[in-house]
């Protein structure tokens, strides 16, 4: 079973015991891996959704700046993160992963740490984003559109974490 594949059972089980009543056990069992191998990895459920976000955050963002690198003029850059969010979008919703992603997401709200690391790897990608935006700054009739043009991205519902305490 690869990576993506045991979070994704990992989450169904989250999804249909809760996280209360699911124990790792079951976690292992649904993953098809020994108990004792599987708490060594993950050491406990938070560990499990820890390392779940974190896989995705970096997968999906690793895309998204392989394809904003790939252009040498401003327009074509944004227009490929835009379409490679749509994809990335509608790959979820066809493979039908768009709730473990979204579970993950809300799990992680009921720790301080989670939310602190979500926090880190958003602020961490949106420095990324607006470096590269940056680089472009010859093409920009003012300066400040850098921060026009990054604000979406930093404004999404996912730089709320934070107020969502």
């Known amino acids: 079973m690869d990576v993506e594949h045991r979070f994704d059972t990992c989450v169904q089980v989250l999804l ?3 996280l209360e009543s699911s124990t790792m056990a079951d976690l292992a069992q649904a993953c098809g891996i020994p108990e004792k191998e599987f708490v060594q990895e993950y050491t406990s459920k938070q560990g499990v959704i820890q390392a ?4 995705y ?3 999906y963002t ?3 700046n392989t394809e904003i690198a790939m252009h040498a ?3 074509s850059a944004v227009e490929a993160l835009l379409l490679s969010v749509i994809d990335i979008a509608f790959d979820l919703k066809a493979s039908d992963k ?3 992603v979204r579970t993950l997401m809300e799990l992680a709200l009921l720790d301080d740490q989670f ?3 979500m926090d880190e790897m958003f602020a961490a990608w949106y420095g990324q984003l607006r ?3 940056s680089q472009f700054s010859l093409e920009l009739k003012d300066p400040s559109e850098i921060e026009a043009l990054t604000f979406y991205v930093k404004e999404r519902p996912w730089s709320k974490w934070s107020t969502w305490r």
């Open 16 to 18: 249909m015991k809760g």
């Open 73 to 75: 003029d401003l327009y």
């Open 98 to 100: 768009r709730h473990s």
């Open 115 to 117: 939310r602190d690391n």
């Open 131 to 133: 470096e590269k935006v």
């Open 57 to 59: 955050f970096r997968k």
């Open 62 to 64: 690793r895309h998204l």
């Open 52 to 55: 779940a976000n974190t896989w």
